[in-house]
Structure formats: structure tokens, C-alpha cells
């Protein structure tokens, strides 16, 4: 039996899981063997990505000694693959109390204390430098989770950030719910976020290229069922020959290139492009779960100072701009006063993403213009940034074509 789990380690340590796999299930059959032995096996279906058969074994050997550490710490990243970030962190805590020369405790405590904005993140990553060994790289290794976890360790590692903005964009143009999108972010690494992306991307072509069709035909004549059955027996790239040699015309608009999401952000701010104009737009930290609407009930309390209102009212306009529904923007800028604004930076911003909003919806260009010309009265500086030197002269140009 002892040889059955030496040879289980080697194999794991080679790479080769699957095998390993069935010897560790192979020892386990003999009642002799040490209970503890479920922990390794644990990690080996972690190791796996099958992370349901490995809480089971980790709980197993908890269950018998609830502060076993290899069980805690595997636990945690069975946890951590299934999206269950809270009870990872408690276990991961637990660990920190427990065995406080593990790195690997501190380390992913202070990963997922940073993705919650928690200021302890630092203190924990803090110790895990002063502990970090050869060790601990070859574990971790074995255990490469997402963006938003990647994010929150280059943050504390070196203030870089990744670029969430893009992949959450990208995937929100596939029709993902919201949940889909962040168990994405926190689950698959980059490489395996790419490949998942253009996988979707290639659905999406395929299933735009049948409606085509679908509509074409039944500008022919056909119902729904005719082509229901066109379907079953034909192939998608026959029928598209089938429309192009009927029409004489192509209407399948072409592939879209192998996605490529560059990985780090060089700053805090994105920059959208919309038509001719730039918008400058600091990161969206808020959650946005909840309806505008009770949202709005709640910011309208009289009980707030006015400025927190705006500010808050504020955050939902920016929100709006990085959606590109421009509209809601406009509404939310309605309700901000900026006369009664305090806070220079605060105001100075506001006013000028407003203009560019009005003048993406080609609204009040002279009012813009005016505004414009008096922040720099205002505010001279603003004259030197060669963004709202650009929006300027746009906003200058569709002025005379006018």
C-alpha cells in the first residue's frame, strides 16, 4: 500500500494527474490505509479542476481533524474554483492561524482581502513576501485563477492593472448574464479566457450567419418549418452558397479576427472613443446590482449633503458613458447642479465629460463651446491637455458644418 501512494506522488509530481489519480484510489481501497491520505488525493483533483470530488475529500479528513492544514489550504482552493470566495477566505484565515510560517495562507488571503478593497490585503501580502520560498512557487503554480484574482495581485505586487474593462466589454457583447461574466473573470486564467472568448466569438458568427439565412428565405416564400428543415439536412456554409448564388449577392459579413485582449492597463483611466470624441473615464469601483431606480430613491434623500448626491448621481453618469448609452448619460447630467458644487477637480470634470456627451448627441454645440471657453478662463491648465484639445476642435468643426 505504501508503495501504491509513493508511486501516486511520483506521478503527480511528473504531471501525469490521472494516473496518479487512480493509484491514490487504489490505496484508498486497502481500510489500512492512513485517512489522511484523502488530503493528497484532494490536491490531485484540484490539481484536476474537479473540484467538487475534492471538497468532498477534504472534508473528510477535516472532519476528523479540523485543523488539519493540507485539507484547509486545499479546501480553500477547491472553493476558490468553485467561485466560493468568502469560505475560501475563512479557510485561508484559518490557515494564517494555525501554521504561521505558511506563505501560501497569507498569500491567498491577501489576494482575495485586495479583490474585496479590504486594507488588511496589504498586511497579509506583506508577510507572505517575508515567507515566500521555492516551496511555495511550485504549489502555486498548480493553481492559476483568473483575472480578477490576477488583477488584485499585481496591484499589491506592483500597482499594474489588468485590463477588466476590455474583457468585461467583450464578454457583455455575447449576451452573458452578469453572473457568467464575473464566474469568467474569477475562474479562467488569461490563455484560457482567449481561447473561451473566440469560442464564443465563433458561436456567435454561426448563429448571426442562420438568421441571415433564416430571414432570407423567408423573404422567399419559405415558413418557418421549410426552412426548420432546410436546416436539418443541409449544412450552414451550403445553404450561405445557396443564398450568395440565388441573390447574387454576399450579405454574410466576414469573421472577425482571433480576439487578442492586451493583459495590463498602462493607467487608471480608460480612454472610449465614440465617434470623433475621447472620453476620459476613471474606473466603475461600484456595483451596480440593484436598480437605477432604488438607487436614485435612496441618493434623493434630503437627510445627504447635496455634494454627495451630485457625486453619487455622478458616478451613475460615468457608468452611463462607459456603457455608450449616451441618453442616460444626458438624464443623469440633468440633475446635477454644478453651481453648487464645491470640489474644483469634481466640477472641472463634470462639466467637461457633459459637454462631450452633448456633443456626442450633437446637442447645444454652442452652448458646449461656451462652457468650454469659460473653464479655460477658469481653469487655464485644462487648455494644455490634448484631449480636450482634440473634443474642442471637434466640437468647433461640426459647429461650421452646421
Given at each position: ?23 491514490y ?42 485543523n ?28 494564517c ?21 479590504d ?29 480578477i ?5 499585481s ?6 492593472k ?16 452578469d ?31 442562420k ?52 493583459l ?51 458616478r451613475f ?11 442616460d ?72 458644418k452646421?
Amino acid at each position: 500500500m505504501s508503495k501504491l501512494i509513493e508511486k501516486a506522488r511520483e506521478l503527480e509530481h511528473e504531471g501525469d494527474l490521472e494516473v496518479s489519480r487512480t493509484y491514490y484510489e487504489m490505496a484508498l481501497s486497502d481500510k489500512s490505509c492512513p485517512f489522511d491520505i484523502r488530503s493528497d488525493m484532494g490536491r490531485v483533483l484540484n490539481k484536476l479542476r474537479n473540484f467538487d470530488e475534492a471538497l468532498m475529500s477534504f472534508d473528510m479528513v477535516l472532519s476528523m481533524d479540523e485543523n488539519h492544514v493540507n485539507s484547509l489550504f486545499g479546501k480553500g482552493i477547491a472553493c476558490l474554483g468553485l467561485n466560493r470566495w468568502d469560505d475560501a477566505l475563512d479557510l485561508f484565515l484559518k490557515g494564517c492561524e494555525i501554521d504561521i510560517f505558511n506563505a501560501n495562507f497569507y498569500f491567498y488571503s491577501s489576494i482575495i482581502l485586495q479583490s474585496k478593497n479590504d486594507n488588511k490585503a496589504e498586511e497579509y501580502y506583506s508577510k507572505f513576501i517575508e515567507l515566500d520560498n521555492e516551496e511555495f512557487k511550485e504549489i502555486r503554480s498548480n493553481y492559476n485563477f483568473g483575472l480578477i484574482f490576477l488583477n488584485s495581485e499585481s496591484k499589491l505586487k506592483n500597482g499594474k492593472k489588468i485590463n477588466l474593462f476590455e474583457f468585461n466589454r467583450i464578454l457583455k457583447s455575447f449576451n452573458l448574464s452578469d453572473e457568467e461574466i464575473i464566474c469568467y473573470l474569477k475562474i479562467l486564467p488569461y490563455d484560457m479566457l482567449i481561447l473561451k472568448i473566440n469560442e464564443l466569438n465563433d458561436l456567435k458568427h454561426v448563429e448571426d450567419e442562420k438568421q441571415i439565412i433564416r430571414n432570407q428565405f423567408l423573404e422567399m416564400g419559405l415558413d418557418d418549418s421549410d426552412v426548420d428543415d432546410l436546416f436539418s439536412i443541409e449544412t450552414v456554409d451550403y445553404l450561405k452558397q445557396d443564398i450568395i448564388s440565388r441573390t447574387n449577392n454576399n450579405p454574410f459579413p466576414d469573421k472577425e479576427e482571433f480576439i487578442n485582449i492586451p493583459l495590463y492597463i498602462d493607467e487608471d483611466i480608460f480612454e472610449f472613443n465614440y465617434g470623433n470624441y475621447i472620453f476620459k473615464e476613471l474606473k466603475i469601483k461600484e456595483s451596480f446590482t440593484k436598480s437605477i431606480c432604488n438607487k436614485l430613491r435612496r441618493i434623493k434623500n434630503r437627510n445627504k449633503p447635496v455634494e454627495k448626491t451630485f457625486k453619487q448621481l455622478y458616478r451613475f453618469f460615468k457608468k452611463a458613458i462607459a456603457e455608450n448609452d449616451f441618453q442616460d448619460a444626458k438624464f443623469y447630467s440633468t440633475l446635477i447642479d454644478e453651481s453648487k458644487i464645491s470640489n474644483v477637480s469634481f466640477k472641472v470634470n463634470f462639466i467637461y465629460l457633459r459637454g462631450l456627451v452633448l456633443a456626442y448627441l450633437n446637442l447645444d454645440l454652442d452652448k458646449v463651446l461656451e462652457e468650454f471657453n469659460q473653464l479655460e478662463i477658469e481653469h487655464p491648465e485644462i487648455a494644455n491637455d490634448k484631449n480636450y484639445i482634440f473634443n474642442k476642435r471637434n466640437i468647433i468643426d461640426n459647429l461650421e458644418k452646421k
